[in-house]
């Protein structure tokens, strides 16, 4: 007699499930606070530059979170540093929901929402691809964990943006109620991560743990000279499609500015959830064919911004949210498949959180557009942009077919 798998065990969750939840609920921390913006410009009549800060000290929190909680998982085990994530997006929000009394609480929370954000890039998605595989899922093929990271992240940060973006438009709560959403939301992983088999059963890397830090993977010529080139033009394309975009179109949006910013976040994160079985398809182990696809949209929405810049439409706002979000599903998912061909199974988290740190890099092209702005017009700097990422993706082009990583036997 064969005993049933206990990942398929009538009444239990499936890891992956659990691993999925979590990516999705620490990336709804991290996003909730971008429509509000406006709010807290608008209410608390915070300045630019203050304002700008909120969004830069995330970086502070994020940048740890994905350089050093990913190699430490590799180290030590991926449950106890997501234990870590979960109670940094608790901490979170309930210091964002204290940003009524003053700015103090807003730069705490967003520095522990950044540090819940790099767990859930680097150790979350490096979970989730391991419990996607046989033995936890023995119906999941290998492009699965890829597949369900890049859905969790995308999921969970226009969910967050939705959720905050819609209290904030209609009722009088905005300031509060997004962020006790996401506590009652993240309470409940502290006891289900617990469900969740450890999978990084290596030790990682010998040696002292500076070794563990060093991430051989990362010098592989593919990750170098293939997905390095394409990592920043990932966030680039977010940032542009739903942090920019309402920028420019302030004008013509003003008085419903906050759900005009929430539905270009949605739906630009919304169609690159649901591009995900496309992108898919797209996949090749002997090429970069889907990088490339997704770069050559992420250019096409780029100058598309240009366009919505020198007409003011917000209908053709919308249009280049979706191509943006098109461009950085296939982007995300095929860098994600190109990371986990490369990593090894002792750096695995360490290479994807180093993935995230370089592309996260693109999330500065808003401030450095903004600074530049004058002496040159937007216009310019978006068409210069998009020449500078038609470069990059020759560059890619280049070595298309060049450095594959070996095959690894079927697991």
């Known amino acids: 007699m064969t005993s049933t798998p206990p990942t398929v065990a009538r009444g239990r969750i499936a890891p992956w499930m659990i691993v999925f939840g979590l990516v999705f609920v620490l990336s709804w921390s991290g996003n909730q606070f971008t429509p509000l913006l406006l709010l807290y410009k608008a209410e608390q009549h915070y300045s630019s530059l203050v304002v700008n800060a909120f969004l830069g000290i995330y970086v502070l929190g994020l940048a740890p979170g994905l350089l050093l909680t990913g190699a430490l998982s590799d180290r030590y085990g991926r449950r106890p540093l997501m234990y870590v994530g979960v109670l940094a997006a608790i901490a979170a929000s309930a210091s964002l929901a204290c940003g009524v009394f003053g700015p103090a609480p807003l730069y705490l929370g967003r520095f522990l929402a950044g540090i819940a954000v790099g767990v859930a890039m680097a150790v979350g998605n490096s979970w989730l691809k391991e419990v996607s595989q046989a033995p936890h899922d023995m119906t999941a093929d290998f492009g699965s964990g890829a597949r369900r990271a890049s859905l969790a992240f995308t999921l969970g940060s226009g969910s967050g943006a939705l959720v905050a973006g819609t209290i904030a438009q209609f009722t009088p709560f905005g300031q509060v109620a997004p962020f006790v959403v996401n506590i009652c939301l993240a309470v409940p992983f502290l006891w289900l991560i617990h469900r969740v088999p450890e999978t990084s059963l290596t030790g990682g890397v010998r040696g002292p743990l500076r070794e563990q830090f060093r991430i051989p993977a990362a010098s592989h010529k593919r990750f170098v000279r293939v997905v390095v080139i394409m990592a920043p033009w990932l966030f680039v394309a977010a940032s542009v499609g739903y942090g920019y975009l309402p920028v420019l179109l302030s004008t013509p949006t003003e008085g419903f500015g906050v759900a005009y910013a929430t539905l270009l976040c949605v739906i630009m994160l919304g169609t690159s959830a649901l591009i995900q079985p496309f992108a898919k398809r797209l996949d090749s182990e002997s090429s970069a064919r889907a990088l490339l696809i997704g770069f050559g949209i992420i250019i096409l929405g780029i100058v ?82 998009a020449v500078l990422a038609v470069g990059g993706c020759f560059a890619v082009l280049l070595s298309n077919r060049n450095h594959l990583p070996r095959p690894r036997p079927a697991q």
């Open 304 to 385: 598309g911004a240009a366009v919505v810049d020198h007409t003011q439409s917000i209908v053709l706002g919308i249009i280049v949210a979706f191509i943006l979000g098109s461009g950085f599903g296939i982007g995300l998912l095929s860098s994600l498949l190109e990371v986990q061909r490369i990593a090894t199974p002792k750096d695995l988290a360490g290479l994807t959180g180093l993935f995230y740190a370089i592309a996260y890099i693109g999330f500065l092209a808003p401030a450095i557009l903004a600074a530049l702005t004058p002496p040159f017009t937007t216009e310019i700097l978006l068409v210069s942009l």
